[in-house]
């Protein structure tokens, strides 16, 4: 009875000890720029790692929905959406990154864009 009694202390130990370990899913909207279907397509794909969970751009917005791990920050989802080239309103991306777009994905070019 008494080992019974230890498993089931110890299978709760484990248990308790295994869902403290799990990342809690925070959620976030900003502002990223761009202008087109391809655009929403490259700022979506920046964020296909594992520790996002959901992401939709809305092209007429200008917003960005994502839901991701807490292992890992806003500032570094931001800085990833920069590295293809959109800006957002805390990280510019790259000049000469910026460049390599589609002329249809230049939207510091196009005032209707911010």
Known sequence: MKSK?????LAVLVSSFLIAQQDEIKEDNFKVYGNCDECK???????????VK???WNKKSKKLRVAFSSS???DSLKQRIAAVGHDSEEFSAPDSVYATLPGCCLYRDNPNTH
């Open 72 to 74: 890992i920050t806003v």
């Open 54 to 56: 959901f992401v939709k």
């Open 5 to 9: 009694a230890i498993l089931i202390f």
């Open 41 to 51: 397509e490259r700022i979506e794909s920046a964020l296909d790692i594992d520790e």
